[in-house]
């Protein structure tokens, strides 16, 4: 069974750039997985960040961009802020309409 | 404005059945992709179900032929119906609203805790 992968923590210092990545144990990532992401901090409900690869959803600031890196789909935070200090999650569309997250990455701002 | 509220969550004893509702607003949900997303307590996110415009539904294969997802358009209202409950069904369920391949709208969630 595929599982989608990403890193389980990263830390980032603040005004720094920072690249997640989610991939598959098995095959590579392509715009074909439509990869999504979210971000979350403890108690709340996810937010959604990224959709279709690259697109920004409304109000989220252009520091935050994705795209597909060789074989994995990233998120990268460019010029990172305190607030940004959350739980980040990707998800693939796996085909045969199921979709699958990745286990998050916990992202530490210092 | 697309606004999501999830009821229904409480603690069940394993083997047992509840009923979930999302209750949306802002959005037809009948016109509109609407998804469950589950999260256990200190782990990541899980997606659960989806039902298509169309009726058509479908399912993680943790839940497949336990949970039922349904919706009544008359009440603009989708449903999770689970059965057989297991201590690892125990998660806080988020109903989203899916379009653009992606989750777009979240609700504030709803928790399900299985235990005897």
């Known amino acids: 069974q595929t599982v989608v992968t990403q890193e389980p923590s990263f830390s980032v210092s603040p005004g720094g750039t920072v690249t997640l990545t989610c991939g598959l144990t098995?095959?590579?990532?392509?715009?074909?997985?439509?990869p999504s992401w979210y971000q979350q901090t403890p108690g709340q409900a996810p937010r959604t960040l990224i959709y279709?690869?690259?697109t920004r959803s409304s109000g989220v600031p252009d520091r935050f961009s994705g795209s597909v890196l060789g074989n994995k789909a990233a998120l990268t935070i460019t010029g990172a802020q305190a607030d940004d200090e959350s739980d980040y999650y990707c998800?693939?569309?796996?085909?045969?309409?199921?979709?699958?997250f990745g286990g998050g990455t916990k992202l530490t701002v210092l | 404005e697309v606004q999501l509220v999830e009821t229904g969550g409480g603690l069940i004893q394993p083997g047992g059945s509840l009923r979930l509702s999302c209750a949306a607003s802002?959005?037809?949900?009948?016109?509109?992709?609407v998804s469950w997303v589950r999260q256990a307590p200190g782990k990541g996110l899980e997606w659960v179900s989806i039902?298509?415009?169309?009726?058509?539904?479908y399912y993680a294969d943790s839940v497949r032929g336990r949970f039922t997802i349904s919706r009544d358009n008359s009440k603009n209202t989708v449903y999770l119906q689970m059965s057989s409950l297991r201590a690892e069904d125990t998660a806080v369920y988020y109903c989203?609203?899916?379009?653009?391949?992606?989750?777009?709208?979240w609700g504030q969630g709803t928790l399900l805790t299985v235990s005897s």
């Open positions: 989203t609203k899916a379009e653009t391949n992606a989750f777009q709208s």
């Open positions: 802002g959005f037809i949900v009948s016109s509109n992709y």
């Open positions: 098995s095959g590579s990532v392509s715009t074909g997985n439509y």
């Open positions: 998800v693939l569309y796996m085909g045969s309409d199921i979709w699958v």
């Open positions: 039902i298509y415009r169309g009726g058509e539904r």
């Open positions: 279709n690869t690259n």
